[in-house]
């Protein structure tokens, strides 16, 4: 019984410094990345949007494309073929430009189109004017290719600094980022695929998918995703939609997910 005991608590214990070395690596990283941490937590900054707070069962499917002339038509059969009625597809406009009628069946199946940007490049690593160049000449690009100018932006591979938030911001951007990846790009299976976004939704989640040739299995996981949330209550919307549930400033949402997507990594999660 003493025996029991002693490795019980040890096991706790053990427990305990795990999680404890979780946290403080978590910690590091936020005082190392501490001049990022504040673009999104003073209230006066712009800032990005991961997930929106509302109990309501509701989440945005989104799809950034950037190139390939393979995926995106087999996702949109998907999408129809389940009714899924609403979804938000990011665009590169040299993608939009050379696809055009790709881009008009997005639009006809009643989607929602963001801007992707211009060079899929690191935009932190540009000067303020060529950040401004690449979100201006996407926005003429696909402003003329839809009809309709875009208000929503997913920075290319998703990264940004406080100068890209500003000048999106002061272009009348809203900066959309993503609480659920699906790792789609990596191919590491269906199943793995359709695992991760299942397990990992909630209320007022966003996303991440992609229609570019290099995720060459998400059409094959979109079914299933699409079933087994709806199986757990779940409707599909357009992060537009998303916003006006909740009517809410990226910066409430940005620094919890961001932490605890910290500590859930240094868990091996």
Known sequence: MNNFFYVLNGKKIKRFFFVFAAALF?????YVEQSHITVF?????????????????????????????????????VLKDKNVQKATFFISSPWGKS???VVKAIQEQGYEIGSHGHKHDNYSDLSDEEISKQLSTAHSILTELTGKAPNLLRL???????????????????????????QDWQNKGVDNIVNRVVNKAHPGDIVLLHASDSA??????????IDQLRQKGYDFVSVTDLLQEAGVKGSEVRDQAWLQGQINTAAGM
């Open 216 to 225: 060459k299995q998400t059409h094959e996981a979109l079914p299933d995703i």
């Open 26 to 30: 978590a910690a590091g990283i936020v």
């Open 156 to 182: 290319p591979n998703g990264d940004f600094d406080k100068r890209v938030l500003s000048i999106a911001d002061k272009m009348g951007y809203k900066v959309i980022q993503w609480d659920t990846d699906s």
């Open 99 to 101: 696809h055009p009628d």
């Open 41 to 77: 937590s003073e209230e006066s900054s712009p800032a990005a949007i991961y997930s929106v707070p509302t109990e309501k069962k509701v989440i945005a499917l989104t799809f950034d494309i950037s190139w390939g002339d393979k995926r995106a038509e087999p996702i949109l059969k």
